[in-house]
C-alpha cells in the first residue's frame, strides 16, 4: 500500500475520532456527576445540528454572508440552544429519576431519543429528508500523490481538539470544574461543602450537550449533509468508545473515541474480507476489550465502600 | 491464651501509594472477643476486607484454624465459617426479613436447578424448617420482628436492620463473626440494647468468637476481652481494654488523629 | 355502523363497550363505500418514500371519489410496516382479513414484500405491488393475488449497463449498502456489465445508515475507476457523492431508482449533484399525458411531503385497481381475475401489462441526468446534446 | 397470630372475588379492543382503560387487588389462563386479532426471559432481539430438514441462543452496569450486521420459516369443529399461550427458590452476596443461559408463525422494545410484563389510526409512565415461597 493511502486513512481516523472524542466525553461527563447515562445524547447532537442548519437559514435570508459570521452565529446559535436543552432535560427527565433504578433512566432517555427524532422527522420542514449543510470553511486542499488533505478537515480537527482541550481545563482548573469533579467524587460531601448540587448537575449536562452539537456542527461541516437519523449511530458509538475508554474519565473518552475511529477505518481498509464485515470487526473488538478490561481501558477508580 | 482460631502474620496491604495495612500480625482464641480499634483511616475495616477476601493482601498471610486462607475468594471464607456485618448496613432493603436471613444460609440452601424448578419436595421441606430457625433466631432478638417476617426491612428502624444483619450473619452457625461499627447510625440506648443481644448470643452459642471493630469506647469496654490497637495500619497496642486505655502511644494517636 | 365480522353478539358487546355514551350511527351515503388498502413505510429512515407513496395513493381515491361517474365511493386504510417483515406481515394480515377490504397497493422495501406475499395469497387479496423491486416476489411464486405495476431491478440494471458501456465506460467501482435491495442491485448490477464488456473493479458493502464512507472510498480513489456507483438509497447517495468530492474523486457518479429523489438535491445543494446518472422503470411523468395532471393535483392536494420517484407508481397502482372495482365490482376473486387479464392497460407511468406472474412486462427504463438541480431524462438533457459533457473514460 | 396479618376481612371472605371480576373484565375488554375497528371506537377503548386504571388508583381497589391477588394466587393464575384461553376461542376466526394475541403472548415469553435477566439477577442484556432472533433462524434452517419434528426445534432454538450466549460469559461475568451493556449492544449490532452480510443464511432479503407441526397436524392448516371453521391462528395462539403459562410457572418457582434468592442478592449487593458465600458467578451465569434460552424458544416459535424472518426484524431498537416490556411492566414483575407486552404490541398497532404520528405518540407515553410510574405499572411484590403461607395457614 502506497504511502498516500495510509496517509488518508490516517488521516480520516483522525477526524473520525475527533468527532467520536467529543459526543463520547458527554457520556463520560453525565455519567461522572450523576452515575446515569444519557442515551438521548445523539439525537440531542443531531438537534443541536438542525439548530444551526436553521440559524444558518435564518442568516442567509436577513442577507449576512460573510461565512465566518455565519459560521459564528450557528455555533452560538447551535452550542447555545442545546445546552439549554441539556439542562432541561436534566431537570426534568433525569434528575426526577435520581431514585429510581438506573436502567429507568436509560429507558426514558432512550425514549426521548426517539420521540426527538421523530418530532424532527415529522415536524421539520420536509424533515425525513437530508438537507445540505452549508460549507461554511474554506475548501482548499493539498494533493500529495494520492493523499488529499483539505483545510477544512484540518481546521475542524484542530478546533475539535482545541474544544476538548478548553474542557479538560474546565474540570481540572476552574471552580466549575472543581465542583463537577466534588460531586462527581461524592455526592453526600459535595453538598456538605455548600456545593449548588442541581445547578452543577444542570450545568454539566448543559457543558456536556452544547460539546456533542458543536460535534454535530462539525459533522455538518465536514459532510455537508445533516439527516435526522445521523445522532442514532453517533450516540452508539460515542458510547461504546465512552465505556472501552473507561466511563468517568474524560482521557479514557477520547481514547475511546480515537480506538473506535482506528477500529473502523482498519476494519475497512486492512480486513482480508469484505468491507461489510467491519462494524462486525469494530464490535467484535468491543467485546473482547470488556473482557479484557472489564472496566475500561482507564478504569475508574472503584467507589465501592465497604 | 487458649487454642488459636485466627491468625495475622504479617499482613500488609497496599493501595496505590496508600499503606492501609503495614505488616499487621496478631493472634485470637477460641471464643474470644477481640476489639479493634483505632482512629479514622488506621485499617480497621480494610483487615475485615482482606481477611473476607474483598481485596487481596500485598503480602503476609491469614491462618484460619490452622489452615492458609490468604486471598481466599469471599465464597470460601464463609465456607470456613467466617460471617461479617458491615459498617453501612448492606440488607437487601426491597426483600423481607426472611429474605435477608436465608441469603446468609447459602451453605446449606442450594441445590441443582431440577430441585429448586421442577421437583420441589425437597426445596419445600427445606424452605419449612429453615423458617422455624430463622424465626426463632429473630425471635431471641425481638419477639415482634419474629411476626413480621415477609414484610421488606426497607421498612424497619436502624437498630432492627443491624439485627437482621446480625441474624444473617448467624444463622449458618459460624465459628467467627466480624462486626463493623454495630453501633454506627444508632443511640446510646440502641447501641446499650444491641450489646446485650450480642453478648446473649455468645452465651447461647458454642464456640462463637466474635472480632468487633467500634468507636464507641464504652461497647469496648463492656464487652471485648482483649484489644488491639490499629494507627495508620500498624498494630500500636494489644491487651485489656484498660490496659490499651492507658497506653501512652494509644493516648497520643487519637489526641493526635483530633 | 360497520364491523368487518359482523354477528349481532360482537355488535352487541362492541357497542357497550366502546360507544358508551356516544352517539352511534352514520349518515347514509348514496354510493357503496369501498375500503382499499395501502401499505408502506411510514416510519423510519425511508419514510420519505413511504409518505409519498401514500399520498400518491391517497391522491388517485379522492380524485375517483370526485368523479361522478364512479360507482362507489372510495376509503383508503394505509398502515405503517416499517420497513420490518415482521411488522409487515402483521399489517399484511390485517388488511387481508378485513373482509370490507377489496384490494391493496403495498411495499416499497423488497424484505418486506417477499414476506407478505404468503399471506396475501392465503386470504386472496388481490396485492399490487407499487415500489419493491425484488424479481423474487413476483416471479418466486406462482401467486394470482400478487402483481407489480414497476419494474424489476433485473430490468433496470440490464439497461443502465448497457448504457453505461454505451457510453465508453470500462470500468466501475460499486458501493453498495447491504440491504436486500443495495445487494440485489449489486449482483445484477455486475452481472450485466460484466455482459456488456466492463470490469467491476470493487464492490464494498455498507450498512444503510451509515455516515462515513471514507475508509471505503479511499480505497476506490487508489482503483481509479470511470465511474462510481452507489447501489442504495437517497440519504446514504448523498453522503457517497459529498464524500467523494471531499477526497477528490473525480469518477461519474451513477446512483440506482433509489436514489433519483427531489431530496438527493436537497441534500447535496449546489454543483455536486450535477452530472450524477440514474436509472428508473416507467416514463417520467411529466412526459406521459396523465403525469402532468397528477403533479399539478399532487401540488393542488396539499399534501407536506414530496411524491419521491415512486409516487406515480403507487397512483398508477391505486387507479389500476379502482379501475379493476369499477369493472368488476368490490369482490376479491373477481378483481384477481381482473387483474391477470390487464394488458395495455393506460397509466401515469405507460402503459401496463401484466405476464403470467403478475410482473408488468412493459420494462420502459429511462435514464435521468442531475442538471442544474434537477433530474432530467438524458435525452432531453445537455449532456445528451453534447453542449455539456461528463467526465471522460480513462 | 398468623404469619401474615391479612389487612381486609371482606377480602379474607372471598379473597379470589375482586381478583376474578378484574380477569373477567379484562377478558371481555381485550376481546372488545382485538376486534375494533373504527377509531372512534379504539378511542373510547382507551379512554375507558385510562379512566378504569386511575379509578382504581384513586379509590384504593388497586392497592386492595393486588392484597388479594398476592393472598390467592395460584387460583387467580390458573383463572387467568382459562380466561385466555376463552378468548382465543372466542375470536376463534378473527385473524388478526389471534396474530396480535399470539404475538403479545411469545412477546411476554421473551420479556419474562429478560425478566431473569434484568429484574432478578440485575444483568443487563440489550441484545434480547438477537437471541430471539437466534431461535427464529433456527426455526428458518430446521425447518427445511424434515427429520426434525417441529416441537423439537422450539427446544432447539432456545439451545442455539444459549450457545451463542457462550462466548459472551467471559465478558459479561467480568463486567458490571453499564459496561455488561455494552457487551450486549455490541453483541446485537454484530448479530445484526453478520446475518446482513452473510449470505449463507439468507442475507437481508431473509428465509421463508416453515410452519409448526405438532403430531402430524399442520398449524397453517384451519381448525374446524362440526361445520365451524376457525383461524390457523387459532393453533399458534393455544401454543403460544401453552408455552407462556409453561414459562410463567417456571420463572415463578424460580423466583421462589433459592436460586432466585440468590439473585436478588446478586442484583441488590453483589459484595455482601460474595460475603455470604452466594456464588455469583454461577449464579448470573445461570440468569444470563436460562434467559437467553426462554428468548429463543419464544423466537423460534414466532419465526415460525410470522413464517418469514430477516433480519431488519432483529435490530437494536427491537431490543429495546424487549426491555421496554419489561421495564414499564415493572421489574421482576412477572404479570407486569404480560400487561406491558400487551400494551406494546398492542397499542402501536391500535395508534395505526395515527399512522407516522405513533412512534412519537409511543416514546412519549413510555416517558410518562417511567417518570410517574417509576416502578412499573404492577411493581413486583414481595417473594413468598409458597402461595400457600401466604393464605395464612
Known amino acids: 500500500m502506497d504511502f498516500g493511502l495510509i496517509a488518508q486513512y490516517l488521516a480520516n481516523g483522525i477526524l473520525l475520532g475527533t468527532m467520536y472524542a467529543l459526543v463520547a466525553v458527554g457520556f463520560t461527563l453525565f455519567f461522572g456527576v450523576l452515575d446515569v447515562i444519557k442515551f438521548s445524547h445523539g439525537d440531542v447532537l443531531m ?105 477544512d478537515s484540518v481546521i475542524l480537527v484542530l478546533a475539535g481538539l482545541g474544544l476538548i482541550g478548553v474542557l479538560s481545563l474546565v474540570i481540572n482548573r476552574t471552580r466549575l470544574g472543581l465542583a463537577i469533579r466534588a460531586v462527581a467524587q461524592d455526592e453526600e460531601t459535595a453538598r456538605i461543602m455548600g456545593i449548588n448540587y442541581t445547578l452543577v448537575v444542570l450545568a454539566t449536562f448543559a457543558i456536556g450537550s452544547g460539546v456533542a452539537a458543536f460535534a454535530g456542527i462539525m459533522n455538518g461541516l465536514y459532510y455537508n449533509e445533516i439527516n435526522f437519523g445521523m445522532g442514532l449511530i453517533l450516540g452508539l458509538i460515542g458510547f461504546s468508545a465512552a465505556i472501552i475508554g473507561g466511563l468517568g474519565n474524560l482521557y479514557g473518552a477520547i481514547l475511546g473515541g480515537f480506538l473506535f475511529a482506528g477500529l473502523q477505518v482498519i476494519g475497512a481498509a486492512l480486513l482480508p474480507f469484505a468491507s461489510a464485515y467491519k462494524d462486525v470487526f469494530a464490535f467484535a473488538v468491543v467485546i473482547a476489550l470488556m473482557a479484557w478490561k472489564p472496566t475500561g481501558l482507564i478504569p475508574e477508580r472503584s467507589s465501592d465502600r465497604v | 491464651m487458649t487454642q488459636t482460631l485466627l491468625e495475622f502474620r504479617n499482613i500488609v496491604k497496599r493501595f496505590g501509594g496508600v499503606t492501609a495495612l503495614d505488616d499487621f500480625s496478631m493472634r485470637m482464641g477460641q471464643g474470644e472477643i477481640l476489639g479493634l480499634i483505632g482512629p479514622n483511616g488506621s485499617g480497621k475495616t480494610t483487615s475485615f476486607n482482606v481477611l473476607t477476601g474483598i481485596y487481596p493482601a500485598t503480602a503476609g498471610q491469614v491462618l484460619f484454624e490452622g489452615r492458609d486462607i490468604t486471598n481466599a475468594a469471599a465464597r470460601a471464607v464463609y465456607e470456613a465459617g467466617i460471617v461479617r456485618t458491615f459498617q453501612r448496613s448492606r440488607l437487601c432493603l426491597p426483600l423481607s426479613i426472611y429474605d435477608n436471613i436465608m441469603i446468609g444460609d447459602t451453605a446449606r440452601l442450594t441445590g441443582s436447578l431440577w430441585s429448586n424448578l421442577i421437583s420441589r419436595k425437597r426445596l419445600q421441606g427445606q424452605i419449612d424448617t429453615s423458617y422455624r430457625l430463622a424465626r426463632d433466631l429473630v425471635g431471641g432478638f425481638s419477639g415482634h420482628l419474629a411476626d413480621r417476617m415477609d414484610q421488606p426491612v426497607g421498612a424497619l428502624p436502624m437498630i432492627e436492620r443491624r439485627r437482621i444483619e446480625i441474624c444473617r450473619a448467624l444463622i449458618s452457625g459460624p465459628r467467627l463473626l466480624l462486626l463493623d461499627e454495630p453501633s454506627a447510625g444508632m443511640t446510646h440506648d440502641e447501641t446499650h440494647q444491641l450489646m446485650d443481644d450480642i453478648l446473649a448470643v455468645r452465651a447461647r452459642g458454642e464456640g462463637l468468637s466474635i472480632i468487633i471493630v467500634e468507636h464507641e469506647m464504652g461497647v469496648i469496654e463492656r464487652i471485648t476481652d482483649r484489644c488491639i490497637v490499629l494507627s495508620y495500619g500498624r498494630k500500636i497496642a494489644e491487651g485489656t481494654y484498660a490496659e490499651v486505655a492507658a497506653d501512652a502511644e494509644v493516648q497520643n494517636a487519637y489526641l493526635g488523629a483530633d | ?364 427504463i429511462t435514464g435521468y441526468v442531475a442538471q442544474d438541480g434537477k433530474w432530467v431524462v438524458w435525452e432531453d438533457s445537455d449532456y445528451a446534446k453534447g453542449t455539456r459533457s461528463l467526465p471522460a473514460p480513462k | 397470630m398468623t404469619d401474615l396479618p391479612i389487612s381486609s376481612t371482606a377480602a379474607a371472605a372471598r379473597p379470589w372475588a375482586a381478583g376474578a371480576a378484574v380477569i373477567v373484565t379484562a377478558g371481555v375488554y381485550a376481546w372488545a379492543l382485538l376486534m375494533a375497528e373504527e377509531t372512534w371506537q379504539v378511542t373510547g377503548l382507551l379512554v375507558l382503560a385510562v379512566a378504569a386504571v386511575l379509578a382504581a388508583l384513586k379509590t384504593g381497589f388497586a392497592r386492595r387487588l393486588h392484597q388479594d391477588w398476592a393472598a390467592s394466587e395460584p387460583r387467580l393464575n390458573r383463572l387467568a389462563f382459562a380466561a385466555l384461553i376463552v378468548l382465543i376461542f372466542a375470536l376463534s376466526d378473527a385473524h388478526f386479532a389471534l396474530l396480535m394475541v399470539a404475538t403479545t403472548l411469545l412477546y411476554f415469553t421473551a420479556a419474562m426471559g429478560l425478566n431473569i435477566q434484568f429484574g432478578f439477577a440485575g444483568m443487563a442484556n440489550f441484545a434480547g432481539a438477537a437471541f430471539f432472533g437466534a431461535g427464529a433462524y433456527t426455526a428458518a434452517v430446521l425447518g427445511t430438514v424434515t427429520a426434525v419434528p417441529p416441537l423439537l426445534t422450539l427446544a432447539i432454538g432456545g439451545a442455539v441462543a444459549l450457545v451463542l450466549s457462550l462466548p459472551l460469559l467471559l465478558p459479561i461475568l467480568r463486567t458490571t452496569g453499564h459496561y455488561a451493556a455494552v457487551v450486549t449492544i455490541a453483541f446485537g449490532v454484530l448479530f445484526r450486521t453478520f446475518l446482513e452480510v452473510n449470505e449463507i443464511l439468507g442475507g437481508p432479503q431473509g428465509l421463508m420459516v416453515a410452519p409448526m407441526r405438532l403430531f402430524g397436524w399442520d398449524f397453517n392448516s384451519a381448525p374446524v369443529i362440526g361445520s365451524y371453521e376457525m383461524s390457523f391462528y387459532v393453533n399458534y395462539a393455544l401454543l403460544a399461550a401453552a408455552l407462556a403459562g409453561l414459562v410463567f410457572v417456571l420463572v415463578r418457582r424460580l423466583e421462589r427458590s433459592w436460586i432466585g434468592l440468590h439473585m436478588d442478592a446478586v442484583r441488590l449487593d453483589e459484595t455482601a452476596a460474595a460475603c455470604f458465600g452466594v456464588p455469583v458467578a454461577r449464579i448470573k451465569l445461570t ?66 389510526l395515527l399512522q407516522e404520528y405513533r412512534f412519537l405518540l409511543f416514546s412519549i407515553l413510555v416517558m410518562l409512565v417511567l417518570l410517574f410510574r417509576p416502578d412499573g405499572i404492577l411493581p413486583r411484590p414481595l417473594r413468598t415461597f409458597f402461595a400457600s403461607r401466604r393464605a395464612g395457614k
Open chain 1, 47 to 151: 438537534l443541536g445540528t438542525f439548530i444551526g442548519f436553521t440559524a444558518w437559514m435564518g442568516l442567509a435570508a436577513i442577507g449576512v454572508t460573510n461565512p465566518w459570521v455565519q459560521l459564528l452565529g450557528v455555533l452560538i446559535c447551535s452550542l447555545g440552544g442545546t445546552a439549554l436543552i441539556g439542562a432541561a432535560i436534566a431537570k426534568w427527565l433525569v434528575l426526577p429519576l435520581k431514585k429510581a433504578p438506573q436502567l429507568n433512566t436509560l429507558l426514558i432517555t432512550l425514549m426521548l431519543g426517539t420521540a426527538i427524532r421523530e418530532a424532527v422527522r415529522l415536524f421539520y420542514p420536509n424533515g425525513s429528508n437530508p438537507k445540505a449543510f452549508p460549507a461554511l470553511l474554506p475548501d482548499a486542499a493539498v494533493e500529495l500523490g494520492s493523499f488529499s488533505l483539505r483545510a
Open chain 3, 1 to 364: 355502523m360497520k364491523f368487518n365480522i359482523g354477528t349481532k353478539f360482537h355488535r352487541i358487546v362492541l357497542a357497550a363497550g366502546a360507544c358508551a355514551g356516544l352517539a352511534c350511527g352514520t349518515a347514509a351515503t348514496a354510493k357503496e363505500t369501498v375500503a382499499l388498502g395501502f401499505i408502506g413505510p411510514l416510519t423510519g429512515g425511508v419514510s420519505s418514500v413511504g409518505l409519498g407513496g401514500r399520498n400518491s395513493a391517497e391522491l388517485a381515491i379522492r380524485l375517483r371519489n370526485a368523479d361522478p361517474a364512479a360507482k362507489y365511493s372510495y376509503e383508503l386504510e394505509a398502515l405503517d410496516d416499517e420497513c420490518k417483515p415482521n411488522v409487515g406481515v402483521q399489517v399484511a394480515t390485517k388488511l387481508a382479513t378485513n373482509r370490507k377490504l377489496a384490494g391493496a397497493v403495498a411495499h416499497y422495501c423488497s424484505a418486506v414484500a417477499m414476506g407478505t406475499v404468503d399471506v396475501y395469497h392465503r386470504f386472496g387479496l388481490p396485492m399490487t405491488v407499487w415500489g419493491a423491486v425484488l424479481p423474487d416476489i413476483t416471479y418466486g411464486n406462482d401467486y394470482p393475488e400478487i402483481t407489480r405495476v414497476n419494474g424489476t431491478m433485473i430490468n433496470q440494471n440490464e439497461t443502465a449497463a448497457k448504457f453505461m458501456t454505451g457510453l465508453g465506460y470500462k470500468t466501475f467501482a460499486i458501493i453498495h449498502d447491504t440491504t436486500d435491495y443495495g445487494k440485489g442491485h449489486n449482483s445484477y448490477l455486475s452481472k450485466f456489465l460484466a455482459e456488456d464488456g466492463a470490469t467491476v473493479v470493487g464492490a464494498f458493502g455498507v450498512s444503510a445508515d451509515q455516515q462515513d464512507f471514507t475508509a471505503e472510498l479511499t480505497q476506490v480513489k487508489a482503483l481509479n475507476p470511470d465511474v462510481v456507483v452507489y447501489a442504495g438509497l437517497t440519504p446514504g447517495g448523498v453522503r457517497v457523492r459529498q464524500q467523494m468530492a471531499k477526497l477528490g474523486i473525480t469518477a461519474v457518479f451513477q446512483g440506482v431508482s433509489g436514489i433519483k429523489s427531489d431530496a438527493y438535491f436537497e441534500g447535496l445543494g449546489g454543483d455536486l449533484a450535477e452530472g450524477t446518472l440514474t436509472f428508473l422503470e416507467g416514463a417520467p411523468a411529466e412526459k406521459l399525458p396523465g403525469g402532468a395532471f397528477f403533479l399539478t393535483e399532487y401540488e393542488k392536494a396539499g399534501f407536506s411531503t414530496p411524491p419521491e420517484a415512486y409516487g406515480p407508481f403507487a397512483f398508477a397502482a391505486m387507479n389500476l385497481l379502482i379501475d379493476a372495482v369499477e369493472a368488476v365490482g368490490p369482490d376479491r376473486k373477481a378483481i384477481v381475475e381482473y387483474m391477470g387479464t390487464v394488458k395495455d392497460h393506460e397509466s401515469i407511468t405507460g402503459l401496463i401489462t401484466f405476464d403470467d406472474h403478475g410482473q408488468n412486462t412493459v420494462a420502459l
Open chain 4, 287 to 352: 440468569a444470563f443461559l436460562l434467559g437467553n434460552a426462554i428468548l429463543g424458544v419464544s423466537g423460534a416459535l414466532y419465526g415460525m408463525m410470522i413464517s418469514f424472518i430477516a433480519p431488519a426484524s432483529f435490530t437494536f431498537s427491537d431490543s429495546l422494545l424487549l426491555v421496554s416490556i419489561v421495564l414499564l411492566g415493572g421489574l421482576g414483575s412477572l404479570w407486569g410484563s404480560a400487561v406491558a407486552a400487551a400494551i406494546v404490541v398492542l397499542l402501536p398497532e391500535k395508534l395505526q
